[in-house]
Nanobody, 114 residues
Framework: VQLVESGGGLVQPGGSLRLSCAAS????????MSWYRQAPGKERELVAR????????YYADSVKGRFTISRGNDKNTVYLQMNNLKPEDTAVYYC????????WGQGTQVTVSS
């Protein structure tokens, strides 16, 4: 299993970013995928999850209405569209697969600052 995130960066409050996670080494279309984040000094937390077909999603209350998770099963990729970003969204964002155990990507840094 390999998960490779991209798309992070520095953005001003109110701005947008789109994260991508390219997956390989398993049958992507069979499994739910998730995005987590970890801010300095805090525990890693679940941000959003999408089932294998993409027809059902879950969001943490803190991002509901601002973030959208989606997936392209033809591209083995899961996305996180982040709008109206706030300084408290600053964190390292990780793509996650649970298949017997947790698999994580290397993470991508998102910094929201003026």
């Amino acid at each position: 299993v390999q998960l490779v995130e991209s798309g992070g960066g520095l953005v001003q409050p109110g701005g947008s970013l789109r994260l991508s996670c390219a997956a390989s080494g398993f049958t992507f279309s069979n499994y739910p995928m998730s995005w987590y984040r970890q801010a300095p000094g805090k525990e890693r937390e679940l941000v959003a999850r999408i089932i294998n077909t993409g027809s059902s999603t879950y969001y943490a209350d803190s991002v509901k209405g601002r973030f959208t998770i989606s997936r392209g099963n033809d591209k083995n990729t899961v996305y996180l569209q982040m709008n109206n970003l706030k300084p408290e969204d600053t964190a390292v964002y990780y793509c996650n697969l649970f298949l017997v155990r947790n698999y994580w990507g290397q993470g991508t840094q998102v910094t929201v600052s003026s």
